[in-house]
């Protein structure tokens, strides 16, 4: 899925979500913040790190930590599968960051008039999710506020 890096947004209120899942919820992640895709490997422990990190992975070199989104959202521990997924995550003041979900699914294209931010939606205290993204099919994704989701208070 290298080639998600090209065009990850244009200009004309458009922006690109990687449709993933975690448990039975379709959640949306914005392109511009995925470095890669890979395959489920080895992950080495770390003594002390909150429950949410894992471990760590050699990804061609590069040590990254790796976050169960899972246990981060408060949901079951992660079960690894055929179709379970490293995403690779560009964050801001950490650096590259692995993230494990079920499953991804495609790359959807969604409208700015097709996103309900979280603030229009009226929900009360810190929530892992952005806003929502209305497909013409009827179907929702919860798109990932990854600032909050990185933040380490938020364990």
Do not use: C, W
Not at 67 to 75: F, N, W
Not at 95 to 114: C, F, P, Y
Not at 117 to 143: A, M, P, Q, W
């Amino acid at each position: 899925m290298d080639a998600v890096a090209e065009n990850k947004q244009d200009h004309s209120g458009k922006s690109q979500f990687i449709v993933i899942r975690l448990d039975n919820e379709q959640y949306g992640i914005d392109v511009r913040f995925v470095e890669n895709i890979v395959r489920m490997q080895r992950i080495t422990r770390v003594p002390k790190m909150p429950k949410y990190l894992v471990g760590i992975i050699n990804l061609r070199g590069e040590v990254l930590p790796v976050m169960s989104l899972r246990i981060k959202m408060g949901l079951e521990k992660d079960v690894y599968e055929k179709k379970t997924r490293i995403i690779v995550l560009k964050t801001q003041t950490e650096g590259n960051l692995g993230v494990i979900v079920d499953e991804v699914r495609e790359v959807v294209t969604l409208e700015d008039a097709q996103v309900d931010k979280i603030d229009d939606l009226k929900l009360e205290g810190k929530t892992f999710v952005s806003g929502v993204g209305k497909r013409e099919n009827g179907d929702l994704i919860s798109l990932l506020d990854l600032g909050v989701i990185t933040l380490e208070e938020n364990a």
